[in-house]
């Protein structure tokens, strides 16, 4: 378990192993841990580990005993207010002693001080539920303490009948001038940094599933809507190796089988689907809504033998973030985005220099003329299909470990990878890699102005901006309409 | 071609005609139809009147029975005029009786709640069992007819269209609050109960729903000052709030940020976010960097990206007090990490009752119906739901669910008590008024067809990611 640095969390994680291991009485538990009045049933937890910090608290523990009260019969109607003050924005916790705290009832009718005791504790049974207040006296607060906020020295607060309620005056160490201190946020990174890397790591990813989609269309013109369920076969068929079945392999080896499946299943759903259907003509039109119909057929199979729920592989599932100044990776997101740049610029490469990658492209500008120049067309589409099929399950492998394997994972990105693919240049391979990195960024960028919960919104939006300034996309040629 | 064309139009015409009609739940919204549908929205708007005087005398309830099914007439006669002014055909009334009780199941077999199905499906199948053991209902088995709710209104609806066909009488679902609320109007406005055991959100106390909503889940008033209280014990001064976007997440938000800052807390940060993002990067560095007490996430499924976040930003339960909502505090959240200690120390909060530590006999009979069984959350409710609905039944003396729906709410309060069918049933069919004490507790529904009365179980994951009842809040609404 890694070792704790936040502040506050000291007082927690201690308090409750206390709780834990000695088992109080109930109603001794003044920080109410778990309290009510009318039910209360403790079954402790077992097996928590010794904390080193534990052996400071001795002499709390001690304390603490001291203080404890026989349990009190209690009766029906009586309510029960409980808190307890105690400064944690030092080194060490300070509570605050002797601090007074008027109760009184709305109408009038009840009216109590109670007094913290050496825990910075407090509890006062009240004798019926309603409306109350309870005022804090900052004139008793103990020197080098203050209200955090000096105008809720009052808090107002209804209570029913038998309930427990714990109240809370938040403190501060407190300055020359006697107010608190006000405790700067130490969050390390800058958010724009931050918000950049985390966009280009969602790009890269988006790019690499989306290269097939982007080919398939430039070669054959079809849009393809099961794309997305390759990504997810191939995130599925790693994690099968790697978290799924009992025995498991190393996710790169794993990665590798799901990058060979995500390629065979290319290239058959091709050879038994696509082939056929451009033999005989079909329209593309019907070719979509055949690519939706299996879209929709794949995904069910697998929320069939997969589940509905999320799931992580094993190798890296949680990897601690590392502070780099500007912004915070974890390793696992830094291996990812070299490792995707790296394969979406040998892709364009392999495109450029090789001889099939001269082909495709020449397929895609002007398939008439490829042929009649002496490309084997069909080859040259199965070839496609089997790269982009490939990638796009590698790609499932990245995002299932970036994020989460499930079975809705890659038609969720399907809606990305067409804008992704439409913005950059439809049929080109950078024009994907380029629209995909504009998307990713630009999904994360838009958190800063709009709600989390739009921000596919805004991306979307900017891409149909985008669009209607350069209607081929970014990468992609000018064609001459009509 | 121009004529099919029309003709599709005229279909087209003829549906959205219909939807208006049906759609219109108080009348407000009907004034641009004919008159005729306008008609059928009034004759529709009388109904709660009647149900309201039933409640005022359960006693004479067969004839009130008789009473209803004439007015179940007159509004099958007005569908019908409806249908053939618009030349479509209207569907039938699911509420009907037809002499056998049919649940139909609105679950998470899918989707963000899938992890909530299982025991739901478990105390379902084990009520069906518990009342067909003791005679089944008015001389006939009941049945149960099981289906998905996943995690969006379009599988529910699919499921519910497909139900409504097959004569159900009674919904046992969703346990999404923002599932539900896709439905609701579809099912009570087809005359059919709509029954969830794991509701909580407090959209549904004031819903317009003709007296055809219950649910056993209490409102998420009780479980968000059960939270704001476990928070404030723990002395988290400064909270930051994930929050899923919709129904459920909001209201939970708002019943747990009111009396949480109302008793010294500071809401230093809240997020809506949506479940189905690809990613959570922004919304958890914006949580981390608000640098709080505590942070509460109050979601489903998708709660194990964002803990998987928190903790790799050095945010997670070790380091900060993290707090989870029924939602998502079950064992199925510790088995999403491959080391489930990561989780330890996590608490929060779960309406029901201890079925693994206190119902014994429940659980037994439960694992019994399915022995892979990981998390019991509103197991309890459900039984106790479908128990409901087949008690009202025998009590009306019909599976017609606009006669049973006005008797729900007496049959839990105010009588002689009993706590299992059948021995409910013999107290009815002897003519007793019971008050029906469930599984899950008193129930003790008010006029709004929810408990009144709720306990509140504290939860948090130990070391080796099982969570542990760590005490009980009683509440009241």
Known sequence: MPRASARGTFTFSSRFDLLQRHRLPSNVDHEGVGRASVVQRCTGPGGFIIRTRFLLLVPLVAAFFAFATPVAAQEETAATVRGSIVDKTGEE????????????????????????????????????????????????????????????????????????????????????????????STGGGNKYVQLLVDGIKLGLIIGMCSIGLSLVFGTTGLVNFAHGETVTLGAVTAFLFNGWLDWTISIFLAALIATAVGGLA????????????????????SMLVVSIGFS?????????????????????????????????????????????????????????????????????????????????????????????????????VLFGSTESIGWEMGFRLLLLMFAATTLGGLGTAYGALLGSLVVGIFIQYVTLVLPTDMKNIGALLTLVLILLVRPQGILGRKERIG | MRNTLMRLLAVLMAFGLIAAACGSDGGDTATDDDGDSTATTEAMEETPETTEAMEETPETTEAMAEDDGGEDEAMAEDDEAMAEDDGEEAPTSGGAGDGVLRFGGILPETGNLAFLGPPEFAGAELAVQDINAAGGVNGADVEWLPGDSGDNGDVANQTVDRLLGEDVDAFIGAASSGVSLTVIDKITQAGVIHFSPANTSPAFTDYDDNGLYFRTAPSDVVQGAALADLMLGDGAETAAFLVLNDSYGTGLLDATKGPYEANGGTVAFENIYDPKAENFDAEIADAIAADTDAIVIIGFDETSKILTGLIEGGAGPSEKMIYGTDGNMGNALASSFDDPSVVAGMRGTLPGVDVAGELADFKGALDAVDPELEDYSYSAETYDAMVLVALGAVAAGTDDATAIAPLLNDLTKDGEKCNNFADCKALIEAGTDIDYDGVSGPLEFGDAGEPTQASILILEFDETGTLQVDGSIQGQI
């Not at chain 1, 019926?128 to 005022?135: E, V």
């Not at chain 1, 050879?271 to 079909?282: E, N, S, T």
């Open chain 1, 296 to 396: 929709i057929f794949f995904r069910y199979v697998i929320l069939w033998r997969l589940g509905g729920r999320a799931n992580f592989y094993k190798d890296y599932a949680l990897q601690r973030r590392r502070d780099f100044g500007l912004f915070s990776l974890a390793p696992k997101d830094i291996f990812i985005i070299f490792f995707s740049l790296a394969v979406l610029i040998a892709v364009g490469l392999l495109l450029q220099r090789t001889r099939t990658g001269k082909a495709m492209r020449a397929v895609a500008d002007n398939r008439d003329l490829a042929e009649s120049s002496g490309i084997d067309v069909q080859r040259v589409i199965r070839i496609v299909w089997i790269a982009g099929g490939a990638l796009a399950a590698l790609g499932g």
């Open chain 1, 93 to 184: 916790d300070v509570p605050a002693v002797g601090v007074e705290i008027a109760i009184a009832s709305a109408d009038g009718s009840f009216s109590e001080t109670v007094v913290t005791d050496d825990e910075g504790s407090w509890e006062l049974e009240l004798p019926s539920g309603g409306d109350y207040t309870a005022t804090l006296d900052p004139a008793t607060l103990p020197e080098g303490i203050a209200l955090r906020n000096p105008d809720r020295a009052m808090l107002e607060f209804d209570i029913n009948d038998g309930a427990s309620r714990a109240l809370l005056f938040p403190v501060a160490s407190a300055g020359e001038d006697g107010t608190a201190v006000s405790t700067a």
């Open chain 1, 266 to 285: 290319g290239g058959a759903f091709d050879a038994a689907v696509w082939a056929p259907l451009r033999r005989k003509g079909a329209s593309l039109i």
